[in-house]
């Protein structure tokens, strides 16, 4: 069997200026925690009164999440999946590709994902709750509820360039 290498060649379609300002670019959030460590992370990772101390190299050193947030169930980014993220930022950056817009899932992986592009580029996102994964993915003792997302006013408690009430 002769494996299958899939490539992204969106840098070819922004040769053109016009090409640019019709380009649409979706993306997946950065790699989550939850995702490398597994679902019982939290209670590894936060000390006993409840300051997070990372013991993974690939956990972020600081945090920026509201104390609201569930973070057993809207797992936030490793360091990786930031640093993907901005390295996504200066690919677009590079090619002179401003977005007009930044739209992210309201979920904790996606708002970041999206805040660091929008930092590095010095813009801001907005939210839209309809990009959330279907509620049956969360699937907890038979029901099915989805995460407790953080508002955007956590958001910009966080300092998370979201734009919006």
């Not at 016009?18 to 936060?46: C, K, P, Y």
């Not at 993220?85 to 970041?112: C, D, E, F, M, N």
């Amino acid at each position: 069997m002769v494996p299958v290498v899939t490539r992204s060649f969106w840098y070819r379609a922004v040769r053109d200026p016009d090409d640019r300002s019709r380009l649409v670019l979706v993306m997946r959030a950065g790699e989550r925690i939850d995702r490398i460590l597994g679902n019982e992370w939290i209670h590894t990772q936060f000390g006993r009164n409840g300051e997070f101390k990372p013991l993974d190299g690939n956990l972020p050193t600081r945090v920026r999440w509201h104390k609201d947030a569930k973070l057993d169930e809207d797992s936030p980014l490793t360091t990786l999946g930031r640093h993907s993220a901005v390295l996504i930022a200066r690919a677009l950056y590079k090619r002179q590709i401003r977005p007009s817009l930044i739209v992210s899932s309201p979920a904790l992986r996606a708002v970041q994902t999206a805040n660091a592009i929008a930092q590095f580029l010095h813009t801001t996102f907005v939210v839209e709750e309809g990009l959330c994964e279907p509620g049956h993915w969360y699937t907890q003792g038979g029901k099915f509820p989805l995460p407790r997302f953080l508002t955007t006013k956590e958001m910009k408690s966080c300092h998370f360039a979201v734009n919006g009430n």
